[in-house]
C-alpha cells in the first residue's frame, strides 16, 4: 500500500506540472492510482477486522493441534469412490461463486468421465495422509454490507469462498460424518436445508396457540440476541448436554474428520477481495 500511495502523490505532482494534453493524461492516472489506494485501504481495514475476530483471543486457551500425523491411514477404509465422487458433482448447487482458482461446478460436470478417476487418486491421498492442498485452506472473503455505516467493517458480514474441488470433498464425507454425528434438535432451523425463519416463526405461533387453547396459558416468549455469535460464542459452553459432548469429541478422534479438520487448523488464509493476509 506504500507504493500505491507513493505513485498516487508522484501522478498528482506530474499532473500539477503539466501542460496541454499531458495534464489530462496524468490527471486520469492519478485518478486511477487513487481508486487502486482506495481499494486496498478498504482491503486492509477488513483484513485486520477479520483478523480480529479469528485469533481466538474471546476464546479460552486449547491445546495446540498436531501438525504431522503419526502414521498414514489404510485407504482401504476410505469411503470415496467414484460413484461418490460422480453423485457430488451433481448434486453440488450450480450459479455458485468460485473460490481462488475461478473453477466452477459448471466447468467441471463436461469433464466428469475424464476428471472423476483423477480426484478419486487425489482424495485418496488427502484421505491417506491426513493432509489437503494449501489452496483448498484459503477462502475468498467477499464482505456483504448489512446495515450501518459503509466505513465501519463491523457492519459487513463476511462471505467465504471456497474452492470447487474442496467442496466436492466435503460432500464425499458428508454421509460417514453424518452417520457419526449426534443427531440435531427438532427444534433447530439454522444450518438445516429446506428451512427458513418462516419455518421457525410458525412453529412458534403453533405452539403459542396451543398454550391458549388447550391449557389456558398466556406464553411469555424471551429472545436473545448475541452480536457476532457465530465468531465470538465458546461452542464448548453452547453445548448443556455431556453426553452430546462425548459424542462430538469421539467424533474428533475418528480418521475422516481428521482428514478434513486437520488440514483446516494450520497455514490458513484469508483472501478479502482477492488480497491475501496470514
Known sequence: MTAAFKRKEYLYIKWRKARGLNCLRYWEQHQEAQAAL??????????????????????????????????PFDVSSCPINIDSI?????????QKAPGIDHITIEMLSPLTDTLTPVLLYLFRLCWQWSYTPLTWRVAQVIPIHKKGSVSDPGNFRPISLTSTFRKILEKCLYPTLEGESPDLDIAQGVFRSSRSTLDQALCLFETCSILRRKHKITPTLAFLDIKSAYNTVDREHTVASKTVRTKLRTIKNQRYIRTVLRPRLRNSSIAVNAVTTP
Open 86 to 94: 460422480n453423485a457430488a458433482i451433481k448434486q453440488l448447487p450450480r
Open 38 to 71: 482506495r481499494r486496498l485501504h478498504s482491503a486492509d481495514v477488513m483484513a485486520r477486522h477479520l483478523e480480529q475476530i479469528f485469533s481466538g483471543d474471546l476464546l479460552p486457551s486449547r491445546p495446540t493441534p498436531p501438525t504431522n500425523c503419526a502414521q
